[in-house]
C-alpha cells in the first residue's frame, strides 16, 4: 500500500470521498466566498489562544476568498487594542502568515459579555456585522445558561451556535443542555464541536473501510477478534488540573473522543458520506454498545504516582497543583465493550486512554483471526500453527500498517511477518481546523449530533456511577510505565 485509499472508488457511494478534497467533508482551498463574524464566549480561555484563533488562521490561510470578524466577549472587560494584541500572539505563535494575521487583526474587536444576561448576550450578536456563529467556549455548566440568555431575546435567522465538549456531565446534564439548546437553535445551526472528528485518521476510517472490496469483505465478527481504540499519551496534565481532576480520564478521552472512533470504525455502511447519512449510522451503532456482559467491573482506572517519562521527573498525579487526591480521578481509564449487532457479535472492542505514559501509543489496531497454517508451513518460531494478521491504524497522521505473513526468502516453508505500509502524508489542515472549515460553510458532517452525545454518556452510566460508589479499585501506575500489571 502506498497511499490511503479513496472512498470515491468504492461501488454505490457517489463520488464523495474522506479525502481532503471531497465535496461532504470541506476542502479549505475551495471553501466558497464568505464573510462572517464569530463572537467567542470565553475569549480569554486558553482553548481560544491555543487552539481556536490558530485553526482560524489556518483555514483562513488556505482560503482567500473568506473573511473573517473576531469577536471577543467575556466577562473581564478589555480594550479592543488588548484584544487585538491577543489574537496577533496567539496567530503568529502558531506561524499563521502575516497577511492572514493582519487581516483578523484589523477586524477584531471585544465586547464584555455576562453570558448569564439575555441583554448583554444581544449587545453581542448585534455587534456582529455579518452573519453570525456564537462560539461558546465556556465550562461545561455553562451551556444550558448559554441556552437560556439566548430563549430570551430575538435571534438573528442564521445565528449558528458552536458549542465545545464535554455536552454535559452526565447523561441527564446531556439531555437537558441538548433539550435547551435545541429549544432556540435547530440541530442544522447547532454544532457540537469535538475536534477528534476532524484527525485525518478518524476522516480516514470511512475511506479505509468503504474504498477498499478487501477490507469491506472482511470487516465483520466472521474475520475480526477484537478491536483496540488507545490514546495513550507520554504528556501529564501539563498544568490542566483545575479541569482535569473534575473529569479524567474516562470523561476527558473515552466518553467521546473514542467513542467516536469506534461508532465509525463499527458502524455500517452509509449510502453517501453526507451529514445526515453519517450521523444516523454513527447513532445506530452506539444505540447497540454497551459493556461487556453489562459488567461495571470488567472497566479499569488507575493513576500515576512519580516517575519519569522520557527523562522527564513527573510528581504523583496527587501531588499535582490543584489536585484533590480525595477525589479518586483516573489518570488512565480502559473499556470493554461489545456492540451488539449483527456484525460484531462476540467481538470486544477495548478502549483506552491514559496520562504519563512510558510507552505512548494512540492507534485504532484490528486484530484478524488467526488462520491456522497447513503442515509445512512455520511460523519464524519455528512451530506450525496459527498466523495473525493486525491492521494498525494511527491516530496521529492517519498512517496505516498492515500485518502479513508471507513466504520467507530464505526458507520455502516458513512464515516471516513483514508490514505493509500506507503514509497518506500531513494534512492541509489540522484536526481543529477541519473541523472550523466545516462550521464556516454549514456543513455539519463534522459536528457531533445530540443522539451520538447521549448515545456516549449512556454507555459510559454504568461505569461513572461504579466508581462513584468505589465499587472499582483505583490502581496505581509509575509515571513512564506501560502501565499497571495486568493491562
Known amino acids: 500500500m502506498s497511499q490511503t485509499p479513496d472512498i470515491a472508488d468504492a461501488p454505490g457511494i457517489p463520488d464523495t470521498s474522506v479525502s481532503a478534497d471531497a465535496p461532504g467533508i470541506p476542502d479549505a482551498e475551495s471553501l466558497s466566498p464568505a464573510t462572517r463574524s464569530i463572537a467567542v464566549l470565553g475569549a480569554g480561555g486558553d482553548l481560544t489562544e491555543r487552539l481556536l484563533l490558530p485553526g482560524l488562521g489556518q483555514v483562513l490561510d488556505v482560503s482567500r476568498g473568506i473573511r473573517l470578524q473576531i469577536i471577543g466577549a467575556a466577562r473581564t472587560p478589555q480594550s479592543d487594542e488588548e484584544w487585538q494584541g491577543l489574537v496577533r500572539r496567539s496567530l503568529e505563535a502558531a506561524e499563521v502568515s502575516p497577511r492572514t494575521v493582519d487581516a483578523l487583526v484589523a477586524d477584531a474587536r471585544f465586547v464584555p459579555t455576562d453570558a448569564s444576561d439575555p441583554e448583554q448576550l444581544a449587545a453581542l450578536l448585534a455587534a456582529c456585522e455579518h452573519p453570525p456563529i456564537l462560539y461558546v467556549a465556556l465550562p461545561p455548566a455553562m451551556g444550558r445558561t448559554v441556552a437560556e440568555s439566548l430563549a430570551a431575546i430575538e435571534l438573528p435567522d442564521d445565528l449558528v451556535v458552536a458549542i465545545e465538549k464535554p455536552f454535559g456531565s452526565d447523561l441527564a446534564d446531556a439531555q437537558e443542555l441538548n433539550a435547551a439548546l435545541t429549544a432556540v437553535i435547530p440541530e442544522d445551526r447547532l454544532w457540537r464541536v469535538d475536534h477528534f472528528l476532524g484527525n485525518a485518521t478518524v476522516l480516514g476510517m470511512l475511506g479505509l473501510r468503504f474504498g477498499n472490496r478487501l477490507m469491506e469483505a472482511g470487516w465483520s465478527a466472521e474475520h475480526i477478534d477484537k478491536v483496540e481504540i488507545v490514546y495513550d499519551e507520554e504528556l501529564g496534565i501539563e498544568g490542566r488540573a483545575t479541569f482535569y481532576d473534575q473529569t479524567g480520564a474516562l470523561r476527558d478521552m473515552l466518553q467521546s473522543h473514542l467513542l467516536m472512533v469506534l461508532a465509525l470504525t463499527a458502524m455500517e455502511r452509509p449510502e453517501a458520506v453526507a451529514p445526515d447519512e453519517v450521523h444516523e449510522r454513527m447513532a445506530e451503532v452506539l444505540g447497540a454498545v454497551r459493556l461487556w456482559r453489562d459488567d461495571p467491573s470488567s472497566a479499569r482506572r ?17 501531588d499535582e497543583p490543584d489536585v484533590e487526591a480525595e477525589r479518586g480521578t483516573e489518570t488512565l481509564a480502559q473499556l470493554l465493550l461489545q456492540v451488539d449487532t449483527p456484525r460484531w457479535q462476540g467481538v470486544p472492542f477495548v478502549l483506552r486512554s491514559g496520562k504519563a505514559l512510558g510507552h505512548p501509543r494512540t492507534e485504532v489496531a484490528v486484530h484478524f483471526k488467526a488462520s491456522s497454517a497447513p503442515a509445512g508451513l512455520r511460523t519464524a518460531g519455528g512451530a506450525s500453527g496459527d498466523s495473525e494478521t493486525v491492521l494498525r491504524m494511527s491516530l496521529e497522521g492517519g498512517d496505516v500498517d498492515l500485518d502479513l505473513f508471507v513466504n520467507s526468502a530464505d526458507d520455502a516453508g516458513g512464515l516471516e511477518r513483514v508490514a505493509l505500509e500506507a503514509r497518506p502524508g500531513e494534512p492541509t489542515l489540522g484536526p481543529y481546523a477541519q473541523v472550523l472549515a466545516g ?10 449530533p445530540g443522539t451520538v452525545a447521549e448515545q456516549c454518556w449512556r454507555i459510559v452510566t454504568p461505569v461513572l456511577t461504579a ?4 465499587a472499582t479499585p483505583l490502581e496505581e501506575y509509575e509515571a513512564g510505565s506501560p502501565g499497571p500489571e495486568g493491562w
Open 302 to 318: 488507575a493513576r500515576y504516582t512519580e516517575g519519569r517519562v522520557d527523562g522527564r521527573f513527573f510528581p504523583s498525579y496527587v
Open 439 to 448: 462550521i464556516l460553510q454549514n456543513d455539519t458532517l463534522l459536528s457531533v
Open 467 to 470: 466508581w462513584a460508589e468505589d
